[in-house]
């Protein structure tokens, strides 16, 4: 069946670079999701690549996929104290294409 | 434009109660989910249907059954709530269908804070 699997936590300091990783088991994903979560609040869809490719790049943020070894990561350059929130990595299920199963969420914290 | 709206958000309830979670989407999409996230578990699937008529089981059913009334609406329903039960639960939807530029972008809800006693 299908997981992706992510670190539960990462702290940062404010400016540097955080990249949060995630692996996933359903090679034949044909879409990869980054959603942010704020306290109480629901998942908002931050970015998204598609299988085929191998980075996408907008603004300060950037996806790179390895399709090799299932990995994904995202790369927020100049962290700012607004990006403090609950990352969830998420694939879209080759079994269904309305199966969109989430990882555990890593929680980014950013220290002055 | 609402999105995607839940009902009640916060909700407590005695073992062995039954109770139904509501959500409503105002975006004519066709796939409608139902997400329990719990810390450190992350989100997990219990139910979706990809269309109006049609319900399917996720990573975790057992204890829910799911309603889909007609495009708008989709609602989960706990027959007798157990506190394993105790989280915080999403409704999501989509445009569901593959092509046409679609990315399988989830709009979510604000979520139904459960508590079972």
């Known amino acids: 069946g299908e997981d992706v699997e992510q670190s539960l936590f990462l702290s940062v300091r404010e400016g540097d670079s955080s990249v949060i990783n995630c692996t996933y088991t359903d090679s034949s994903s044909t879409y990869l999701y980054w959603y942010k979560q704020e306290p109480g609040a629901g998942l908002q869809l931050l970015t998204y690549?598609?299988?085929?490719?191998d980075m996408k790049q907008d603004q300060r943020l950037t996806v790179l996929l390895n399709k090799k070894d299932k990995h994904l990561s995202l790369r927020i350059a100049d962290t700012q104290t607004g990006d403090s929130a609950i990352y969830f990595c998420a694939e879209r299920a080759h079994s269904s294409a309305s199966k969109i199963i989430f990882g555990s969420g890593t929680r980014l914290s950013i220290r002055p | 434009n609402a999105g995607v709206t839940q009902t009640p958000k916060f909700q407590v309830l005695k073992t062995g109660q039954s109770m139904t979670l509501q959500c409503a989407q105002d975006?004519?999409?066709?796939?409608m989910y139902w997400y329990r996230q719990d810390p450190g578990m992350g989100l997990r699937l219990i139910y979706y249907?990809?269309?109006?008529?049609?319900?399917d089981k996720g990573e975790v059913p057992n204890g829910y059954n799911v309603s889909r009334l007609n495009k708008r609406e989709f609602s989960l329903r706990l027959e007798s709530a157990a506190p394993s039960q105790t989280s915080v639960y999403f409704c999501?939807?989509?445009?569901?269908?593959?092509?046409?530029?679609?990315?399988?972008?989830?709009?979510f809800g604000e979520g139904s804070r459960l508590t079972v006693l």
């Open positions: 249907s990809a269309s109006e008529g049609t319900t």
């Open positions: 999501a939807s989509s445009e569901g269908r593959e092509g046409g530029g679609n990315t399988g972008e989830l709009f």
């Open positions: 690549i598609f299988s085929n490719m």
């Open positions: 975006m004519n999409h066709n796939s």
